[in-house]
């Protein structure tokens, strides 16, 4: 006997506003969830992929390895989604001094609420507009609102869940 086991969403999500401010007066926000503390005071942001690690070198927008000591104080840093776990790249951040973290996802994906190490705001993709932005301007600050509980679409497959057997691989449906 097999047993397959999926997992779905809840009818609930923590939602918050991420608010991007920049030099000239630009702005950019886009809605994400959270269930840590937002961050009211705007806030220095950094692309992941900028910031020395502890082992030496950059490159590492999906936050994989441990941000060298001071790398990202009272910066809020942004990562992308993918590879390790989402909490785990929180941690990788805190370890530089991080303030926060901006979790992204690179495309159309499922937001989690996860309960991470420091404030954290997770947002959909696709990540362009949002990329642009961080990019394409100077003194990017951020800020966004503690998540309120909001009713959503429940029972979404989660990007995590098993997909079980299907006629095509031989499995019964």
Not at 35 to 42: R, V
Not at 109 to 124: G, K, M, R, V
Request: net charge neutral.
């Amino acid at each position: 006997w097999v047993t397959t086991v999926g997992a779905s969403t809840g009818p609930r999500q923590f939602a918050s506003n991420l608010h991007l401010t920049a030099d000239g007066g630009a702005t950019f926000d886009q809605s994400g969830v959270t269930l840590t503390n937002g961050i009211s005071s705007p806030t220095p942001v950094v692309m992941a992929a900028t910031l020395p690690k502890a082992g030496g070198g950059n490159e590492d927008p999906l936050c994989q390895s441990d941000l060298a000591p001071g790398a990202a104080t009272g910066k809020i840093v942004a990562c992308q989604r993918g590879t390790n776990g989402r909490i785990d790249k929180g941690r990788r951040v805190l370890a530089g001094g991080a303030a926060g973290m901006i979790l992204y996802n690179a495309i159309k994906q499922d937001q989690e609420s996860d309960n991470h190490y420091l404030p954290a705001i997770h947002i959909d993709g696709p990540s362009a507009p949002f990329l642009a932005f961080v990019t394409g301007h100077t003194n990017v600050k951020a800020a966004w609102t503690n998540g309120v509980a909001t009713p959503t679409q429940g029972d979404v497959m989660a990007s995590f869940s098993s997909r079980g057997p299907s006629v095509s691989n031989g499995g019964d449906l």
